[in-house]
């Protein structure tokens, strides 16, 4: 038992790294790809790779001949738009204006966001007086971080300023799309997910060849980051994510979320040399203090 915990937190730390470092992953690809590029070819790879790793355990992709089949693809149709297609889309085109550090930072953001949704849409999940005064605390946090007394001076138009909110709608998305995953039928969540890397390869590759067209020979950095992206942030990462949840459950899982921004951060400054201004620090400690108050009881329930 005390192995198996072990296992459970050296996969968590490991995922926490693999999505931490894939902003740097996206600052590097971005010296090659347009960032709807980025987004096609790290979903096609993960598909390709998932799928194949599915079909290898026996599960497959999800039926299409019955109804509760039908209903998971359905469920992965939003996954694939709100966890994969829009987001990653949408973070590769805001890292052009913003720092590898801030994007992670604003990925603190999503756990904080699905608090709201559960409570309308997930039974049992209703919002207690700890966890909405740890919404509340988080909430000032993103206040800071998107920093609106900057975005007032210069009337919403620094595109520096629409990259920021611009991160924070790709949290948002991501915190829908976990409600629809949560919501989608038992089955083997290994055909779940690559039916909807599947889905949003499908929608992600033309929109890229129209708007991107076909990209130029890429230098080297740009290529090992896109490579990156594919196999371990969307691929590698999938995979330990199912067997976490597997083992350790949901709630364990979403500890991970306190991770990403940190190590989304140091690996910024380390590797790239970015550097953070105060608020943004400042911003981080408020969100992730929010989630602690709201999800106390996952702490002390861990394994």
């Known amino acids: 038992m005390r192995n198996q915990a072990a296992i459970n937190w050296i996969l968590l730390l490991l995922l926490g790294l693999i999505w931490g470092s894939s902003f ?3 600052s590097k690809a971005l010296t090659g790809f347009g960032p709807i590029t980025i987004a096609a070819i790290r979903v096609g790879i ?5 799928t194949g790793i599915s079909f290898f355990m026996g599960h497959g992709l999800p039926s299409t001949s019955d109804t509760t089949g ?3 693809w359905r469920h992965a149709f939003g996954m694939a738009i709100f966890t994969n297609a829009i987001p990653f889309s949408l973070l590769s085109w805001a890292q052009i204006h913003v720092s590898s550090g801030y994007a992670g930072i604003t990925m603190a953001v999503v756990p904080l966001l699905v608090l709201p949704l559960s409570h309308f849409f997930i039974p049992g999940e209703r919002l207690s007086r700890q966890k909405t005064l740890g919404f509340g605390v988080g909430f000032i946090g993103v206040i800071v971080l998107i920093g609106p007394a900057q975005i007032l001076q210069s009337g919403g138009s620094d595109i520096a300023n629409i990259a920021r909110i611009i991160c924070v709608i790709a949290s948002c998305c991501y915190a829908v799309g976990s409600i629809i995953t949560r919501l989608a039928p038992n089955g ?11 889905l949003a390869a499908a929608m992600l590759i033309p929109v890229a060849l129209i708007v991107e067209g076909v990209p130029n020979a890429p230098n080297q950095a740009a290529l090992l980051g896109l490579l ?11 995979v330990v994510l199912v067997y976490v949840i597997k083992a350790a459950g949901p709630p364990f899982l979403s500890l991970v979320n306190y991770q990403v921004p940190v ?7 380390v590797v790239l040399n970015e550097t953070l201004p105060g608020q943004f620090v400042w911003a981080l ?3 992730l203090v929010g989630l602690g108050v709201s999800q106390d009881k996952i702490w002390r329930s861990q394994p």
């Open 188 to 198: 083997p969540q290994m055909a779940f997910s690559s039916a909807a890397l599947i």
């Open 228 to 238: 990156y992206l594919g196999f371990f942030p969307t691929a590698l990462a999938t």
């Open 24 to 26: 740097l992953a996206v």
């Open 263 to 269: 190590w989304a951060v140091v690996i910024g400054m």
């Open 285 to 287: 400690g408020l969100i």
């Open 70 to 72: 039908r209903k998971i």
């Open 46 to 50: 993960a598909a390709v790779t998932l």
